[in-house]
């Protein structure tokens, strides 16, 4: 429903202007928030069934030849969390990851809203295609962190299994036989 008249120059640029206000203040926002509020036990972060473990994703986008090009829109804030952080493999560091993992996907879930906001100064044509622009920008990204959110959780639960079998106490066996 549009209620502002902008000649197609003027929209072009409000557009333009609109897509890097929401996006930078939604990312700025988010790498603000405390970690602990994205908690990966929570539903909305499991793996689904048919996601097969995240394999679903590299089946049908092939997201293994695609998703060391993707830039990190972390790096424009300080002090955000990026995947080039994780440079010692540790328990603490993957938990950490996995919750930034969902940081990142709840953050591109709301980057898409905003699309239809455009609706209010473009045409209907326009419109659409925010937001196409708005699901297509962000389900990249979304993909990404369901494809590799589980094979975190595998490493992680591995590193888990090792640690608990290191930990848990030696038995000695001695023979107290007598001799004959």
């Known amino acids: 429903m549009r209620i502002?008249?902008?000649?197609?120059?003027?929209?072009?640029?409000?557009?333009?202007?609109?897509?890097?206000?929401?996006?930078l203040s939604i990312g700025f926002t988010f790498s603000r928030l405390s970690i602990q509020h994205f908690n990966p036990?929570?539903?909305?972060?499991?793996?689904?069934?048919?996601?097969?473990?995240?394999?679903?994703y590299q089946k049908l986008f092939k997201v293994k030849?695609?998703?060391?090009?993707?830039?990190?829109?972390?790096?424009?804030?300080?002090?955000?969390?990026?995947?080039?952080?994780?440079?010692?493999?540790?328990?603490?560091?993957?938990?950490l990851w996995i919750r930034e993992s969902c940081r990142s996907e709840v953050c591109h879930w709301l980057m898409m809203i905003p699309g239809g906001l455009f609706y209010l100064w473009n045409s209907v044509e326009v419109g659409r295609l925010m937001v196409v622009y708005a699901f297509a920008n962000n389900i990249v990204p979304i993909i990404m962190q369901r494809y590799n959110r589980p094979r975190?959780?595998?490493?992680?639960?591995?590193?888990?299994?090792?640690?608990?079998?290191?930990?848990?106490?030696?038995f000695s066996y001695e023979y107290a036989g007598t001799e004959a």
């Open 4 to 23: 502002v008249y902008l000649s197609e120059i003027e929209t072009f640029i409000v557009d333009i202007l609109a897509w890097v206000f929401f996006h």
């Open 41 to 56: 036990s929570k539903s909305w972060f499991q793996t689904k069934n048919w996601e097969k473990d995240g394999q679903i």
């Open 65 to 95: 030849n695609w998703k060391k090009i993707i830039p990190s829109g972390a790096a424009i804030y300080k002090n955000a969390y990026e995947v080039k952080h994780l440079t010692e493999i540790t328990i603490e560091n993957i938990n």
């Open 152 to 170: 975190a959780r595998k490493l992680l639960a591995q590193m888990e299994k090792k640690l608990a079998l290191n930990d848990s106490p030696q």
